[in-house]
């Protein structure tokens, strides 16, 4: 029976040994390896310890491209049964001032701004449609994809205030300086505001839940706080895996591995043979751009005073701009507030060396006054700090071919995958098409390889 | 503007006096506060509650609940409202508030914002109302299915009067049919970004009083009406030729019965003659 290793337990390897669960067609055993004690990745939604309520901690939330293609996400979510809630927020805070529409914006900054953005607007839609957008980052997607830098782009803007509005508004979601963006990453997250292109949405009681149920559904042995530390070539055309485990380090082969892990995690990672660490530096040398995240989540002694709007999110323009999560609004009948400020690019890599305690006072400065909260009414803080946990391709540079990126080093050494969010969006969607594609290789391969015998 | 924006603002006509309408401003709202009687389509009025909050959140006082039971004014609720739907529906909207009852509605903002949310707020009463009308005429048309369902396979004659009554729920059946299809766009508006107060407040409304889904959902009943009514029109004009067929038979034999008659007598005579 083929034997399949699945490095990394976060999304993109469960993910993968779900898809591959599902295409077999003969039998498989496959074994997923997970550092950690607990499988889920950066999709994380523990509890606070001084109240029964809950936070996210990464991913919060999900892309809806239903209205636009077909969505592998939104239908795995909807097959496990997954009750899911909109999320919707066009509030950006600029100077303290709220502007969630037009009209706000034409108060603010007159006439000539509001054409400005319309223009503005009418361009990023003339540039990449829905369609192209939702094809972005596939081998279909060809080279219509803008090129170039962003931060050329939003310089080329004539009002100044647009500009700030404009990355204040995207700023969080890019977690990269415009320098280091290119236009078609920029473009995507302006136009993923535009319900036409996409539509947020969670998972009602948190995203953890759509990990809790693909660990159900596997057949595959969980082999958790087991660290991968070298992949090699093992007998005949295995390769080799060193492990190490509560039982101490070992060794084992495999026909096929798949490295489901992000960039800082597959850089730490020690590959044995020469050509086979040639062909992952160039690998990294490609993909590895890292990007950065900060969390901060505050538990409030009741549902924080904000104007009580359906949003789920609005965006602020401190920590040069980031975006506040209204995470208890989420839940109509909470007795308790949670407010989490989610910060990226440079503010989050730089901070990451604040403590907590400064943090947190940091982040209640931000809230402007409508929202201002005492300090006296914060019971609990969490910080998670993921500093080059993500990973994003720079302004100019052109994405692989999806084999090229799924398979680096296919001539020597067929056998070896990879799966990452980092070959698409660096999003749950992104990870799970690579998944998919991944898988689709691997059972077509192994289908192949019955026959041959 | 468009010969139906027109159309649309000239049934939004306004009797703004609140004498002639015999509504009076709740008490406990500010001064500044003022009423509309609208009509929407289908020729329903619409009053509207105006209540400026400058300088002042939209929230101070309890203004919000006191137009709030303004607007659900015992007997001017439905009895039922629709499956998701608790009315009246109050939508907080970026420092205004907007409330909606399928006869009364409420604007509370400041003065900037009062105009494009009346509007919104307006198209959106009208539109709601169209769509409970032929929900309503759906509805009647659904529960009549029950027994003429059988005329759709079999026409039953039992005198003119129940061709002519089949054929007028038919008609009725193509009219409310005809108005989802009219209202559709209106229904299904695509979302407008970047948004405009207006756009937003009208998104939450269809969103929270699920008019896209009712809009499909009685659709799809008027296309099974629908279905049952035309099979059974088509019953029926089958019926009506089988008769018409049935007394060309009976004439063609009475007609061979006479020949038959008239070639006996003259057989029988030319057997006489010789
Ligand atoms: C703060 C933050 C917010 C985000 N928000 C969103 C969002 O809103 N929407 C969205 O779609 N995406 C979001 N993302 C991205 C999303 O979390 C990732 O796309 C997704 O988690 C990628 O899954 P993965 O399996 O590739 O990596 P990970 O989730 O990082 O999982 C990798 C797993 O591998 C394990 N591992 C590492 N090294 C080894 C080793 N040597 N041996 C064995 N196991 C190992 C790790 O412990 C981990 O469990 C966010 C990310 C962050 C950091």
């Not at chain 2, 389509?41 to 400058?54: H, S, Y």
């Not at chain 2, 002042?56 to 499956?83: N, V, Y």
């Amino acid at each position: 029976m083929p034997q399949i290793a699945i490095v990394g337990g976060g999304p993109g390897g469960l993910f993968t040994a779900w898809h591959l669960e599902q295409l077999a067609t003969a039998p498989i055993e496959i074994t997923i390896f997970e550092a950690t004690d607990r499988v889920g990745g950066k999709v994380i939604t523990p509890r606070f310890t001084a109240a029964p309520v809950h936070y996210e901690a990464g991913a919060a939330e999900l892309y809806d491209y239903s209205p636009v293609g077909d969505d592998p996400l939104r239908e795995l979510v909807e097959s496990f049964g997954l009750p899911t809630v909109a999320l919707g927020g066009s509030r950006v805070y600029v100077g303290g001032r709220a502007i969630a529409n037009l009209d706000d914006l034409r108060d603010a900054y007159g006439d000539r701004a509001c054409r400005d953005l319309g223009n503005f607007d009418t361009w990023a839609r003339s540039v990449m449609t829905p369609r192209e957008f939702f094809a972005s980052g596939s081998d279909h997607a060809g080279s219509a994809e803008p090129s170039g830098r962003f931060d050329t782009t939003l310089a080329a803007l004539p009002s100044r205030e647009i500009r700030h509005y404009l990355e204040t508004m995207i700023h969080s979601d890019l977690a990269t300086p415009p320098a280091a963006t290119s236009v078609a990453y920029g473009l995507q997250n302006y136009l993923m505001n535009d319900p036409a292109y996409m539509r947020l949405y969670c998972i009602a009681g948190g995203n953890e839940q759509l990990i809790d149920a693909l660990v159900a559904r596997l057949a595959a042995t969980m082999r958790r706080s087991t660290v991968v530390e070298q992949v090699g070539e093992g007998s005949a055309d295995q390769l080799r895996l060193t492990l190490l485990g509560h039982e101490g380090r070992r060794e084992a082969d495999f026909d096929i591995v798949v490295l489901a892990l992000p960039m800082d995690a597959l850089g730490r990672l020690a590959f044995a043979s020469g050509s086979l660490a040639a062909a992952m530096q160039r690998h990294l040398a490609h993909h590895d751009h890292p990007a950065h995240y900060l969390r901060i989540t505050l538990l409030l002694d009741g549902p924080p005073h904000t104007p009580t709007d359906d949003d789920g999110y609005l965006m602020l323009d401190a920590f040069g701009g980031c975006c506040l999560y209204l995470e208890s609004a989420r839940e109509p009948e909470a007795r308790h507030g949670v407010l989490g400020w989610l910060l990226g690019g440079a503010a989050a890599e730089s901070m990451a060396a604040w403590s907590d305690a400064d943090l947190v006072t940091a982040a209640l400065a931000t809230l402007p006054d409508p929202l201002a909260v005492d300090p006296e009414r914060v019971l609990e803080a969490r910080v998670h700090r993921w500093t080059g946990a993500v990973s994003s391709l720079p302004g100019g540079w052109q994405p692989l071919s999806q084999d090229q990126r799924h398979r680096p080093a296919a001539k020597t050494h067929p056998g070896l995958f990879v799966v990452g969010d980092y070959l698409y969006d660096s999003t749950l969607n992104g990870v799970l098409d690579s998944a998919e594609h991944v898988a689709g290789c691997v059972a077509a391969e192994l289908t192949d390889h019955a026959r041959e015998i | 503007m468009t010969a139906k924006d027109q159309d649309a603002t000239a049934r939004h006509d306004v009797d703004a006096d609140s004498g002639a309408t015999g509504l009076a401003v709740p008490g406990g709202l500010p001064t500044t506060a003022g009423l509309r009687r609208v009509m929407v389509p289908p020729g329903r009025a619409f009053d509207l509650l105006i209540v400026p909050t400058e300088g002042e959140p939209a929230d101070s006082g309890d203004w919000i609940e006191r137009a709030r039971l303004w607007t659900a004014a015992p007997g001017l609720l439905p009895k039922q409202p629709a499956a998701h739907t608790a009315v009246p529906v109050l939508i907080p909207l970026y420092g205004c508030h907007v409330i909606w009852a399928p006869a009364r509605g409420a604007v509370l903002g400041p003065t900037g914002r009062l105009d494009q949310l009346q509007v919104s707020l307006l198209e959106f009463a009208g539109c709601e109302a169209d769509l409970a009308d032929l929900e309503l005429r759906c509805n009647r048309l659904l529960a009549a299915t029950e027994g003429d369902a059988a005329a759709a396979f079999e026409f039953d004659e039992r005198g003119p009067d129940r061709r002519a009554e089949l054929a007028s729920r038919f008609q009725e059946a193509v009219a409310v049919r005809r108005g989802l299809a009219a209202l559709g766009p209106a229904v299904h508006v695509p979302p407008v970004h970047p948004p405009t107060l207006a756009s937003q407040l009208a998104e939450r409304l269809r969103d929270r009083t699920r008019l896209p889904e009712r809009h499909e959902l009685v659709t799809d009943r008027a296309d099974f009406v629908l279905q049952i009514y035309e099979a059974c029109g088509q019953r029926a004009s089958e019926a009506a030729i089988a008769r018409r067929q049935m007394g060309l038979e009976w004439a063609i034999i009475v007609i061979l019965v006479a020949q038959l008659a008239l070639m006996i007598v003259e057989l029988l005579a030319s057997r006489n003659s010789t």
